[in-house]
């Protein structure tokens, strides 16, 4: 008796646990085995679920067995069929055969959904964005960015505004001021560029992309309990780029407010030595900035660069955005007035 209690109940706790969530993998195990695909790699899913008998089959099981687990939870029931049958006896042993039979199995049939489930997510964009496009990779040995219209696929599709850019230089210095789309822009671009190499769907009337390794430092956090500030986040992101620029390599770069954790004149000199370094044949690099002064790495032939920004307007005493990319150097700044709009300023 004492080893009963001290084994059955832990044995048959974790699958009177289990009942609930069995079913809907057992439905979803079913459709994918009755589902008739044409991609051969979905062809290749369904055949690790179909083998071993079947995974919906297998579930079925064990679906059987926590039913039969659960029963044992009536007070009436649990006397009646242990003193007849020693029930809990029974579904361990069954449950025990179970495992015997699927445990290698499992793990391959859940991958295989996991699998699935990625690609599905893939296909949401075109299923819940009227504006969508499927992108052309090429296999240009130099990296490429061609995009028009690109837009953030996280923005409520009425109010998201579109840009297009042709990246024909190695390094585009974007500035404006606050609030103006530098940020969403750039983040528009590594999210689509992530989902195009995931295969999926992008946001974009049309996006034309190499293979390029695609490195980001846009939202970069401290670690108090690592003892990593913002600024020191940011230098290992930037530390990684060009770490990957020595492997020469097609890759692209998006830095966002490059080193805005340090003073203006430690900032300025710094962001200046890394976009040199990172100014390649073999890599694009794309930074935003409030510091005007990273404007006239355009006349340094050894860094190819390029001038973009996005600007604000001024109508019946508000500030207002077209949030579209411009060529040239920003001109304008709206700090002080945002501080006046917050009451700081008078």
Same mark, same amino acid.
């Given at each position: 008796?004492?080893?009963?209690?001290?084994?059955?109940?832990?044995?048959?706790?974790?699958?009177?646990?289990?009942?609930?969530?069995?079913?809907?993998?057992?439905?979803?195990?079913?459709?994918?085995?009755?589902?008739?695909?044409?991609?051969?790699?979905?062809? #290749?899913?369904?055949?690790? !679920? %179909? +083998?071993?008998? @079947? &995974?919906?089959?297998?579930?079925?099981? $064990?679906?059987?067995? *926590?039913?039969?687990?659960?029963?044992?939870?009536?007070?009436?029931?649990?006397?009646?069929?242990?003193?007849?049958?020693?029930?809990?006896?029974?579904?361990?042993?069954?449950?025990?055969?179970?495992?015997?039979?699927?445990?290698?199995?499992?793990?391959?049939?859940?991958?295989?959904?996991?699998?699935?489930?990625?690609?599905?997510?893939?296909?949401?964009?075109?299923?819940?964005?009227?504006?969508?496009?499927?992108?052309?990779?090429?296999?240009?040995?130099?990296?490429?960015?061609?995009?028009? #219209?690109?837009?953030?696929? !996280? %923005? +409520?599709?009425? @109010? &998201?505004?579109?840009?297009?850019?042709? $990246?024909?230089?190695? *390094?585009?210095?974007?500035?404006?001021?606050?609030?103006?789309?530098?940020?969403?822009?750039?983040?528009?671009?590594?999210?689509?560029?992530?989902?195009?190499?995931?295969?999926?769907?992008?946001?974009?009337?049309?996006?034309?992309?190499?293979?390029?390794?695609?490195?980001?430092?846009?939202?970069?956090?401290?670690?108090?309990?690592?003892?990593?500030?913002?600024?020191?986040?940011?230098?290992?992101?930037?530390?990684?780029?060009?770490?990957?620029?020595?492997?020469?390599?097609?890759?692209?770069?998006?830095?966002?407010?490059?080193?805005?954790?340090?003073?203006?004149?430690?900032?300025?000199?710094?962001?200046?030595?890394?976009?040199?370094?990172?100014?390649?044949?073999?890599?694009?690099?794309?930074?935003?900035?409030?510091?005007?002064?990273?404007?006239?790495?355009?006349?340094?032939?050894?860094?190819?660069?390029?001038?973009?920004?996005?600007?604000?307007?001024?109508?019946?005493?508000?500030?207002?955005?077209?949030?579209?990319?411009?060529?040239?150097?920003?001109?304008?700044?709206?700090?002080?007035?945002?501080?006046?709009?917050?009451?700081?300023?008078?």
């Amino acid at each position: 008796m004492k080893s009963y209690f001290l084994t059955v109940p832990k044995v048959l706790s974790p699958i009177y646990q289990m009942n609930r969530t069995i079913t809907p993998y057992r439905k979803l195990f079913q459709l994918l085995e009755q589902e008739s695909f044409d991609s051969p790699y979905l062809k #290749d899913l369904q055949k690790t !679920l %179909l +083998k071993n008998g @079947s &995974a919906s089959a297998a579930l079925k099981e $064990l679906e059987k067995i *926590t039913d039969s687990v659960c029963a044992r939870h009536n007070i009436y029931a649990f006397l009646l069929y242990n003193s007849l049958f020693l029930h809990d006896y029974y579904c361990v042993e069954w449950y025990e055969k179970w495992k015997d039979s699927y445990k290698y199995s499992l793990k391959a049939w859940l991958k295989a959904v996991g699998n699935v489930e990625a690609l599905i997510s893939l296909s949401v964009i075109c299923h819940t964005r009227k504006f969508h496009c499927l992108p052309v990779l090429t296999d240009s040995t130099r990296p490429l960015l061609a995009a028009s #219209d690109i837009r953030h696929p !996280l %923005l +409520k599709e009425p @109010s &998201a505004v579109g840009n297009d850019i042709d $990246l024909t230089h190695s *390094t585009c210095i974007i500035t404006g001021s606050n609030m103006s789309g530098k940020t969403t822009f750039i983040r528009s671009i590594g999210i689509n560029l992530a989902l195009a190499y995931a295969g999926g769907f992008c946001t974009a009337a049309s996006l034309r992309i190499s293979l390029m390794e695609l490195c980001t430092s846009i939202r970069t956090e401290d670690n108090v309990n690592e003892g990593i500030s913002t600024f020191y986040a940011e230098l290992l992101r930037i530390r990684r780029m060009i770490e990957v620029s020595k492997k020469q390599i097609p890759m692209i770069s998006l830095i966002d407010e490059i080193y805005k954790g340090t003073n203006a004149k430690d900032r300025i000199f710094a962001a200046k030595e890394t976009i040199r370094n990172l100014s390649k044949p073999y890599a694009v690099t794309l930074i935003t900035t409030h510091d005007f002064e990273l404007c006239d790495l355009e006349k340094d032939l050894d860094i190819h660069g390029k001038n973009y920004h996005f600007t604000e307007h001024y109508k019946e005493n508000k500030i207002l955005f077209d949030y579209k990319l411009k060529e040239g150097r920003c001109t304008t700044t709206n700090a002080r007035y945002l501080l006046r709009m917050a009451g700081i300023l008078k």
